[in-house]
C-alpha cells in the first residue's frame, strides 16, 4: 500500500522567505509527526498531532515555526523567516494509533530544505 | 541534553559477519525501543522494537538485547550483507505512541 509521502522533496528558499512543506499520512493513521533530521545526525521530534490537534509541540524550536493538520489526514509544517540554520531534511511519520499494538512509526523521504 | 547516546559513529564489517550496534539511554521512563535503518535518500525504516520486559527479541537475522538495570540496549546483524550497509538508528520513547528520541546514527559498511 502507499506510504507517507511528503512534498516537495527537494525545497531551496532564500534566507527570510516562507516556506510550507506538506505531509500526507498513512490512510486511516490518526497519529502524525514532524521531525526534523540534520546531516550526519539522527531526527530530532518537533511536534505530532493525534487527530486534528497538537498532542506535543514541545519540539518546535521557536515561533517561526508552525504545523497544522485541519481535517485530521494531511499536515503542513509551516517556517517564516526562514534562516540558514534552518536548512535539514524534515521528516513526517503517521502511526495508525498511540496506544496498543499499532503505535509504529512508519517515516516519509523527507522534504530536503535549504536555505540560502 | 542527548537522552540515546549510540555508539559506535561507524562500523566496518565483512560480509557474514556480525554488525554490534550499542545504545545506552538516560531517562528511565522511557519504555519502548526500536531500531531504524536508513538508506542514502530515503526516510528511516522500522527494523525491529523491543519493550523492557523481555531481555531480548529476534527477527530474523536482526536481535535486540536488552539491559535494563545498565540502560542500554544493543543491536545485533547476523550474517552481515552488503545490503545491509545503510546508517541504523537507536531510539526509545516514553509510551510507545510519543514521540521518539534518536540516537547519533552509525554508518554499517559491510565489505563483500
Known amino acids: 500500500g502507499a506510504g507517507v509521502s511528503q512534498t516537495p522533496s527537494n525545497k531551496v528558499t532564500e534566507k527570510g522567505k516562507y516556506v510550507e512543506l506538506r505531509c500526507d499520512p498513512i490512510?486511516?493513521?490518526?497519529?502524525l509527526y514532524w521531525y526534523r533530521q540534520s546531516l550526519g545526525q539522527g531526527p530530532e521530534f518537533l511536534i505530532y498531532?493525534?487527530?486534528?490537534?497538537?498532542?506535543?509541540d514541545s519540539g518546535l524550536p521557536n515561533d517561526r515555526f508552525f504545523a497544522v493538520r485541519p481535517e485530521g489526514s494531511v499536515s503542513t509544517l509551516k517556517i517564516q523567516r526562514t534562516e540558514r540554520g534552518d536548512s535539514a531534511v524534515y521528516l513526517c511519520?503517521?502511526?495508525?494509533?498511540?496506544?496498543?499494538?499499532?503505535?509504529?512509526?512508519?517515516f516519509g523521504p523527507g522534504t530536503r530544505l535549504t536555505v540560502t | 541534553q542527548q537522552q540515546v547516546k549510540q555508539s559506535p559513529q561507524s562500523l566496518i564489517v565483512q560480509k557474514g559477519g556480525i554488525s554490534i550496534i550499542n545504545c545506552a539511554y538516560e531517562?528511565?521512563?522511557?519504555?519502548?525501543f526500536p531500531w531504524y535503518q536508513q538508506f542514502p535518500g530515503k526516510g528511516p525504516a522500522l527494523l525491529i522494537a523491543?519493550?523492557?520486559?523481555?531481555s531480548e527479541k529476534k527477527e530474523g537475522r536482526f536481535t535486540i538485547s536488552f539491559n535494563k538495570s545498565a540502560k542500554q540496549f544493543s543491536l545485533h546483524i547476523m550474517d552481515s550483507q552488503p545490503g545491509d550497509s545503510a546508517t541504523y538508528f537507536c531510539?526509545?520513547?516514553?509510551?510507545?505512541?510519543?514521540?521518539?528520541?534518536f540516537g547519533g546514527g552509525t554508518r554499517l559498511m559491510v565489505k563483500p
Open positions: 523491543i519493550r523492557p520486559d523481555v
Open positions: 498531532f493525534q487527530g486534528t490537534g497538537a498532542a506535543d
Open positions: 531517562n528511565t521512563a522511557f519504555d519502548y
Open positions: 490512510s486511516g493513521h490518526t497519529a
Open positions: 511519520a503517521s502511526s495508525l494509533s498511540v496506544a496498543g499494538p499499532a503505535y509504529e512509526q512508519y
Open positions: 531510539a526509545a520513547s516514553r509510551d510507545a505512541g510519543n514521540m521518539l528520541t
